[in-house]
């Protein structure tokens, strides 16, 4: 677990300070910030960078409801707004 600490440390997404001979770990970097890196790494690597394939995946693999279908959807519809201007 230290080697992985030492690493997110190194990279940037933790921290540590010292407290004695205790050193206490912390995030360095926000949750929505690591999420980004994480999702862009995920898709580089497993999806060929294609966000598309990404949410192909995504979407047939999930039982998806009604609401969450409809919730996707306008969100698509808001991106193609933006894309547009």
Same mark, same amino acid.
């Given at each position: ?19 004695g001979r %205790? ?6 970097? @926000? *949750? ?6 994480? /999702?862009?790494?995920?898709? !580089? ?12 995946h995504l %979407? ?6 009604? @609401? *969450? ?6 969100? /698509?519809?808001?991106?193609? !707004?933006?894309?547009?201007?």
């Amino acid at each position: 677990m230290l080697t992985v600490l030492r690493i997110l440390e190194s990279k940037g997404y933790a921290g540590h300070t010292e407290e004695g001979r %205790v050193h206490r770990y912390f995030a360095a970097v @926000g *949750q929505q910030t690591a999420r980004k890196s994480a /999702l862009r790494h995920v898709t !580089g690597k497993l999806f060929e960078g294609s966000s598309e394939l990404l949410m192909t995946h995504l %979407v047939s693999d999930q039982n998806l409801s009604a @609401g *969450q279908v409809q919730r996707l959807r306008k969100l /698509l519809q808001a991106q193609r !707004g933006r894309s547009r201007r």
